[in-house]
């Protein structure tokens, strides 16, 4: 695997402010810094150290050193049952644990509507995919999909946007790809609602099996999915409306992703192909609420959030209708068109600063949502494991699918600071090909591209969340299936792993569930 790289690339921005009134503003990938981290900077050693340790491996006769503990010291011991990855980072220390509780309480929080006499609970919609933040991500990993016509999945939505124009929020002169809300149905279509309103749609799925065809007599069956927003409660869609599939992802090691130095991250894209290995990872820009400023995305499917905290406020925001600091809106996701629903009764509290989400336990959530811990690997020394990772680096999954990095050294997260970590993502854009597009943009990620997911814990997804339902819209019932759906940049490794012999794709198989 040969390491990409390509010079900082030049994105001008504008950035609408009050009303229509643009400017406009040139940022490099210099220019995105790590604001959201105390970074104590590396030194000169620490760097030579960092590019020694995390350089791709060449030796497949043995585990490398560390690759027990995917997340450094914050690694905890994989247990086998629903609670693999419901544990604290392993450092976390007991002060910590307490906030962690406290944050796992308000995750696993079922709210209620207003008025309540559970007035610390109430403020739900009044539209909403879900009542709590586990009822999408179950047991802290990832979402299903409906099993049945009468299964009432909220694991899976769907985001819906339309062509935007240059005046209503960021744009790009150089691959931005303005968007706005439909007016009858903002940016994401709810599923329910409290008494008295209608729902805004339901999600009708329907599959057409597909066989592919494998070396050696094998066969499998992938499953094609056509998804129809149905009876819809508030009008018509717009007719450029843009609709994506959006299954809820595992939460476990997210504040280790957080403190991956931005410039790592950028030092692996390679927008033009500079190096013509096929592969063209772009990292997705993103506007931050929470410090009014570009970032680098690194959260969600097209990474389309910058920090956790944002994407905690959006998902309480979109998916439960709940206010916070950085989402204020009492009324969620309900637009001027819904006025019945703007001028319904809400949650906020003056006790909770207004909000029926203070600062306060919007950072006891992001602190838990940082902490969930990665278990351990497990068999990795078996020696189909290690044949199943020589594939996985010949094939050139590692290309994407980066194993290593190292977290900055932080004053104030010990948990995440200074980490060798095998989270196996560059956690750039990359063209997935037309089998797995949405055709939905999102700010600088294309109707075709998405997030190299992370695989740690890829294993272990049936034994939490008891079912497997990969990829963006959970249509992958197998890691195999997952896996023969890339295309685009990723066709000629899928294609590979269609061509090898069994053996060899066993191997990348049972590689890929040790993690």
């Not at 210099?30 to 590019?51: C, F, G, Y």
């Not at 992938?222 to 595992?250: E, F, K, N, V, W």
Request: negative net charge; hydrophobic residues 35%; charged residues 25%.
């Amino acid at each position: 695997m040969r390491p990409r790289w390509t010079k900082p690339n030049k994105l001008a921005l504008c950035v609408a402010l009050t009303g229509s009134a643009t400017f406009a503003q040139t940022v490099t990938y210099d220019d995105l810094q790590d604001i959201h981290l105390n970074v104590i900077p590396r030194t000169s050693d620490e760097a030579a150290r960092i590019a020694a340790v995390t350089a791709p491996t060449t030796d497949f006769s043995a585990p490398e050193r560390f690759e027990e503990n995917p997340a450094g010291a914050a690694t905890v011991r994989a247990r086998t049952n629903a609670d693999a990855f419901s544990q604290p980072s392993a450092n976390i220390g007991f002060e910590g644990e307490l906030d962690f509780k406290v944050g796992n309480g308000l995750f696993r929080k079922i709210w209620v509507s207003s008025p309540s006499s559970t007035l610390a609970s109430d403020g739900l919609g009044p539209l909403y995919n879900a009542r709590g933040c586990q009822n999408c991500h179950i047991k802290d990993g990832r979402g299903h999909t409906p099993e049945g016509p009468d299964d009432n999945a909220v694991s899976l939505f769907l985001r819906i946007s339309i062509p935007g124009s240059y005046d209503e929020q960021i744009e790009a002169i150089e691959g931005f790809h303005p968007t706005a809300a439909d007016p009858n149905y903002g940016f994401q279509l709810q599923d329910f609602a409290v008494a008295g309103h209608n729902a805004e749609y339901r999600l009708d799925i329907q599959y057409e099996d597909i066989e592919i065809e494998l070396s050696d007599g094998e066969t499998a069956t992938l499953r094609s999915p056509t998804y129809t927003a149905a009876d819809l409660g508030y009008g018509d869609l717009h007719p450029d409306a843009m609709l994506s599939p959006r299954i809820a992802p595992q939460m476990i090691g997210l504040g280790l992703i957080e403190a991956i130095p931005a410039a790592d991250i950028l030092a692996n894209a390679d927008e033009n192909d500079a190096d013509g290995d096929g592969i063209s990872g772009r990292p997705n820009i993103v506007w931050s609420t929470e410090f009014d400023q570009p970032m680098l995305g690194r959260f969600g499917l097209k990474a389309g959030n910058p920090t956790i905290k944002q994407q905690s406020a959006d998902a309480f925001a979109g998916d439960i209708g709940i206010s916070s600091p950085l989402s204020p809106n009492p009324w969620g996701e309900c637009t001027v068109g819904q006025a019945d629903c703007i001028n319904a009764r809400h949650g906020n509290d003056d006790a909770q600063d207004g909000f029926e989400v203070d600062e306060i336990g919007l950072d006891l959530v992001t602190f838990y949502s940082r902490n969930l811990a990665v278990p351990a690997r497990r068999d990795l020394d078996d020696p189909q494991v290690l044949a199943g990772k020589e594939v996985f680096y010949d094939t050139g999954c590692a290309s994407c699918h980066m194993p290593k990095f190292v977290t900055s050294r932080l004053e104030d997260r010990p948990e995440q600071s200074f980490q060798l970590i095998w989270p196996y993502s560059d956690f750039l854009l990359h063209d997935m090909g037309e089998g797995l597009a949405d055709h939905r943009p999102e700010a600088r990620a294309t109707g075709t591209e998405w997030r190299t997911a992370p695989l740690w814990g890829i294993g272990m997804t049936e034994q939490v969340s008891g079912a497997v339902n990969l990829l963006h819209d959970g249509r992958a019932r197998s890691i195999l299936e997952a896996v023969l759906w890339h295309g685009g940049e990723a066709a000629p490794h899928r294609d590979a792993v269609i061509d090898m012999p069994k053996t060899d794709r066993d191997a990348l198989i049972a590689f890929l569930e040790s993690l």
